[in-house]
């Protein structure tokens, strides 16, 4: 998927406002995003993986917790395009 084509999707717009704009996502989980959007865990997975397969996302650790990977991400969007779209536009 490009970059593009993943900016379709409000879940994703929204994911990117955050860890671009809020000091608290800047570095978050998908366990962290999901509470903060109230949104399920899953659904917020699979889009933060799209996000992370257009390099929007960078994984930058992982840390097993009680048997399981926490993935934590940041921002990685160079498109200037992009990140004007983003901050110019409300959902």
Excluded at 28 to 52: C, G, Q, W
Excluded at 62 to 75: F, K, L, N, W
Aim: with cysteine.
């Amino acid at each position: 998927m490009d970059l593009f084509a993943a900016l379709a999707h409000p879940l994703r717009r929204r994911i990117l406002r955050a860890m671009m704009n809020d000091q608290e996502h800047a570095i978050a989980t998908p366990l962290k995003l999901s509470t903060s959007f109230d949104e399920e865990i899953n659904h917020v997975s699979y889009h933060v993986r799209m996000l992370r397969d257009c390099a929007a996302l960078k994984l930058v650790k992982v840390v097993r917790i009680r048997g399981a990977d926490q993935h934590y991400y940041r921002c990685s969007l160079k498109a200037d395009w992009a990140r004007t779209a983003l901050e110019s536009t409300v959902d």
